[in-house]
């Protein structure tokens, strides 16, 4: 338990040039799609959808919920 804080911080401290990433990566993935569809190419464009799905669950869902377990664990062990 321990590590948790450590690592809660340094999320926090890393988040916005993570998401900043997320954007680029996204943007990117983007393109991608667009020229698979293009090229008729579903399966580079599947492989795009799933990427860009698993960025925007990481922010929605595993970002904040390892925040929240950093912050309880921070206020159970005061």
């Avoid at 595993?62 to 206020?75: D, N, Q, T």
């Amino acid at each position: 338990m321990s590590d948790v804080l450590p690592m809660t911080r340094r999320l926090k401290a890393e988040l916005p040039s993570m998401l900043a990433e997320h954007r680029q990566i996204v943007g990117a993935l983007e393109k991608l799609r667009s020229a698979a569809r293009k090229a008729g190419r579903e399966e580079h464009e599947r492989f795009a959808d799933a990427l860009v799905l698993h960025a925007q669950t990481e922010e929605s869902v595993l970002y904040p919920a390892a925040l929240a377990v950093g912050e309880l664990v921070g206020l159970r062990g005061r």
